[in-house]
């Protein structure tokens, strides 16, 4: 079993900055990529950033550019920076771990914090 405990979010002025933490324990050693994903009103839930435990990163086209994806293994910590804001960021924002698993691979989620970007 994995836990994942997210912090960071809030209400930002569009043009703002926002770091996300989202802090992992239990099973840890069988975690492969961690990441983030958004979901906002009426929208499905989308992958934001991804990072693997070898530190390939992946983003959406729309946060090119503006997130940063990063990850401390030694703290098992992974970290969004979120800079030039946008409304359209609004989100509930949640936290991923991807479990090595026979067969495959499980995820994880966490609670999820909210990021309001106000125009």
């Known amino acids: 079993q994995v836990q994942l405990v997210e912090s960071g979010g809030g209400l930002v002025q569009a043009g703002g900055s926002l770091r996300l933490s989202c802090a992992a324990s239990?099973?840890?050693?069988?975690?492969?990529?961690m990441g983030w994903y958004r979901q906002a009103p009426g929208k499905q839930r989308e992958l934001v950033a991804a990072?693997?435990?070898?530190?390939?990163?992946n983003y959406v086209d729309s946060v090119k550019g503006r997130f940063t994806i990063s990850r401390d293994n030694a703290k098992n910590t992974v970290y969004l920076e979120m800079g030039s804001l946008k409304p359209e960021d609004t989100a509930v924002y949640y936290c991923?771990?991807?479990?090595?698993?026979?067969?495959?691979?499980?995820?994880?989620w966490g609670q999820g914090t909210q990021v309001t970007v106000s125009s």
């Open positions: 239990g099973s840890i050693f069988s975690i492969d990529a």
């Open positions: 990072v693997t435990s070898g530190g390939s990163t």
């Open positions: 991923n771990a991807q479990e090595v698993v026979v067969g495959g691979l499980f995820d994880y």
